[in-house]
């Protein structure tokens, strides 16, 4: 992927909403977005990492808060340029990184995150380098890969509506965190963010590469199936190598917003073959822990997905509703969410569940997607 | 006073003190911090706003939060390059004040927040302006002098004890406020600021000068009252022409600490010549109302100011407690407080007190404190 013109916006966005894995907000938002910036500037330009600059600077920008809100309180694009230039203002004061070209990348795969630095590369002609910090979605700014290797999320920039900013610059990225979420619940509960700033180096060696274009053909693989009347749910776990933990309907959804998060606990019955058997979810703008029948099928850091049953496409935490059919399925997570450091960072204890992490294909060795192929 | 050493921190301590309207937290601590500081780094220059050179920037610093936390929890002053760094970093992005020298200046002459820029002049080898954005101390940062001449608060750079730092741009002073607020509460109610960064010409016209002279010839007078066995608080009524609200003793005092303020309401019963009047104190972290017998007896932007009967000194909002003695005065604000903006900025409204302002003087134009000399 050399180029994202306005073509590519809808497979991508598909793709990202699904590894949102539940988070990340309305992808049709951020397509709507991107294809606006798109269409008012031209086409974005996609870059590896392979190809930056030695003294390239890249400053990934996101959206912060409850997707609940985001969906309503759309993100003001005019904040960019003024988020941007404090943001690079904020890192050129550091001293070493100054000098290269400017680039964009998105924090997170996932719904509007991963849409929104499209926008923005297009509104401000920077290209966007094909790479995110979490190979998904997760709802704290800490839990990144970039984390894992020392980087500092400092300087956070936060934009509001109004034109407001704040630049976070704090001694931890759990720090950042605290703040910017105090921050960004002031702000209405969501807000433009840039932060995680990296040289090539660290571009290269501390992010997820080749996001974008992985939900480019992530959402690529579930049109192709749509329009050849073939089971999209399939073809996302075939895709991804997914286990399917549940087909069924959601029966119950107790949702709250609350610190600038969403917060969810659902249930799905089981239906057809899964008849009998209820698997709860627990969320936190992302899908955290999945028990079938009391037992844990899955849980964070492993990505785990609700699909519409028909469609294939991801049915956000914010979207969940009673009575829709979903298949929920769960695939592997970066291998370095997998390492001790990366389980103390994202693991479930992270989120206080008192849970081991076990790895979804250790799980579920003979639940291959493959060999489930039936759809609900 | 071109220099302020050691010897003068007592009188200025105990003048800032009174000036702060009951707000400005435990002048005694910032007595200590400003002590130790010129104890290290020797004698801090102070400067007239006539002396500022064209290009120079002042980039006053104080506190922020409720004194109630303040008290409890020291500043750390080693926060305090990195903050200037960073609040420097800011305002010079912004251009054309770059380039002269930088100075440092208190933004209210009540408490803490009078000593502290001491300290930090002292700690960083900055020259000390001889003004203020108050005249006295009020709880919210917007509530000021440059304020009244559009002087954006912003870059407000907040800085708490463990070395995070925030960067607040907003669009307005009254959203900074809002959002640096919403940082201190998080930051542990009680952290570092600074904020209306000036140049010289702004300096000269936008604050209320003299205000460290001011305080600390208020405090000398108090300390020679006492030396010489002469009232006090007849001293204080004097120095600042002040009004005379009530002597009498602290009967009730109900004090809540909530977003990142001390709020209180308190009951003066009358004793001598005041027997059977009472008077009643609204607060939040400054003195707000004060109503003698159910009339309003004075009201914000005139500073009212409880002293302690024996020692003339300031008794703090959160330093009330019943059964002390007491003599509570009021005095008139800086005139420009005093007009329309003025007043809808400071005046009673503004802190939703539906009651209209009128000048203490002539509130009570028999009671002038030279015509009530007897002390209770």
């Known amino acids: 992927m050399r180029e994202i013109t306005e073509e590519h916006l809808a497979d991508i966005a598909v793709g990202a909403a699904i590894l949102g894995a539940g988070g990340g907000g309305d992808p049709r938002l951020g397509e ?38 985001a969906n309503e309180k759309l993100p003001n694009l005019e904040a960019l340029p003024a988020m941007l230039r404090l943001a690079r203002r904020a890192v050129e004061g550091e001293g070493p990184r100054a000098g290269g070209v400017l680039h964009t990348m998105p924090i997170e795969v996932g719904g509007i995150a991963a849409l929104l630095p499209i926008a923005m590369a297009a509104e401000l002609g920077l ?98 199936a749509r329009e050849r009347h073939e089971d999209p749910v399939l073809a996302v776990e075939q895709h991804l190598d997914a286990r399917r933990l549940i087909s069924g309907k959601l029966v119950d959804v107790a949702r709250r917003t609350e610190g ?52 294939g496409t991801a049915v956000t935490t914010e979207s969940m509703r009673y009575g829709m059919r979903v298949v929920v399925v769960a695939s592997a997570c970066d291998p370095r969410f997998r390492t001790e450091a990366g389980l103390a960072l994202v693991g479930p204890r992270a989120f206080g569940y008192d849970l081991d992490y076990r790895p979804v294909e250790l799980l579920h060795p003979a639940t291959r997607a493959d060999e489930l192929s039936c759809s609900s």
């Open 260 to 311: 600038g998060f969403s917060r969810l606990e659902a249930r799905v019955a089981g239906l057809g073959r899964d008849a009998g058997a209820e698997l709860t979810l627990s969320s936190q703008n992302e899908h955290l822990v999945a028990r079938r029948d009391g037992e844990v099928a899955a849980t964070t850091p492993d990505l785990i997905m609700v699909l519409d049953a028909q469609t």
């Open 32 to 69: 709507l977005l991107a294809r606006a910036a798109i269409r008012s500037h031209g086409p974005v330009r996609v870059i590896t990492v392979d190809e930056l600059g030695t003294d390239d600077l890249v400053v990934p920008v996101s959206m912060i808060g409850a997707p609940t809100v």
């Open 127 to 224: 290209a966007l380098v094909d790479a995110d910090a979490m190979g998904r979605a997760f709802p704290e700014l800490q839990m990144t890969v970039p984390t894992l290797y020392g980087i500092d999320a400092s300087p956070v920039v936060l934009a509001d509506e109004h034109g407001n900013a704040v630049v976070v610059e704090a001694v931890s990225n759990a720090a950042c965190e605290r703040l910017a979420r105090t921050v960004c619940v002031e702000m209405g509960s969501s807000a433009l963010i840039a932060l995680y700033a990296m040289d090539a180096a660290q571009t290269r060696e501390a992010t997820v590469t080749g996001s974008l274009a992985h939900a480019e053909a992530l959402g690529r693989a579930v049109r192709l």
